[in-house]
């Protein structure tokens, strides 16, 4: 009986569990999607020391994480650059890059670009036939990052350094997608 304990998995996951073959695979679709790093990491940093800590049984799995809740903890001490600058201080170290999200990217078809999520679908929706348009639901959306009704900006959160670290640790995809900060 086999369970997938996460809700992202890899083509070569999918292949190392034996859910599907290469050739299965490789006949199918794909579509995934990608986000800005610098937008990314704020909203991230803001659900860990808002939402995922005042809702706790609404994100049991973030409390359940012992990655995620240390990392909530940090968010709740300190401010966003030292936050950011604990999260990321292993590649700083080794002068190393975030490559994970690349094997989400590596065998898609298609990556839709979150800044532009509905026009990504639409298009998703077009290569696979989908005439009808399906509009995509606000959900998930980080409330924390608003002031009354103006969307904080990530200047306003970042400093020198961990604008530059963040810039440094996240270059593959930053330069692959052509992110620019601010």
Same mark, same amino acid.
Do not use: C
């Given at each position: ?7 992202? *998995?890899? %083509? ?17 679709? =794909? ?12 909203? !991230?940093? $803001? ?13 049991? %799995?973030?409390?359940? +994480? /012992? ?5 909530? @903890?940090?968010?709740?001490?300190? /401010?966003?650059?030292? %936050? ?14 975030? =490559?994970?999200?690349?094997?989400? $990217? ?18 998703? $929706? ?8 399906? /509009?995509?639901?606000?959900? +998930? ?7 009354? *009704? =103006? ?7 970042? @400093?020198?350094?961990? !604008?530059? $670290? ?5 270059? /593959?995809?930053?330069? !692959?997608?052509?992110? =620019?900060?601010?």
């Amino acid at each position: 009986d086999l369970q997938i304990k996460k809700h992202h *998995a890899t %083509w070569q996951d999918l292949q190392d569990a034996g859910l599907m073959t290469r050739e299965q695979l490789d006949g199918l679709f =794909k579509f995934t999607s990608v986000r800005n790093p610098y937008d990314l990491l704020v909203s !991230r940093y $803001l659900k860990r020391k808002g939402r995922f800590v005042n809702e706790p049984n609404k994100y049991r %799995w973030a409390q359940e +994480n /012992p990655k995620i809740k240390a990392s909530m @903890d940090a968010a709740q001490e300190q /401010p966003f650059a030292e %936050w950011i600058a604990g999260q990321l201080h292993r590649h700083k170290e080794k002068g190393s890059t975030i =490559k994970g999200p690349l094997e989400y $990217l590596d065998h898609a078809d298609y990556v839709i670009r979150f800044e532009a999520l509905q026009a990504g679908f639409d298009e998703v $929706l077009k290569r696979l036939g989908v005439n009808d348009a399906i /509009p995509i639901v606000a959900e +998930n959306v980080t409330s924390e990052r608003k002031e009354g *009704a =103006k969307k904080r900006h990530d200047t306003e959160v970042y @400093d020198y350094a961990s !604008r530059e $670290l963040v810039g440094r640790v996240y270059a /593959p995809i930053i330069e !692959r997608f052509g992110y =620019k900060f601010g």
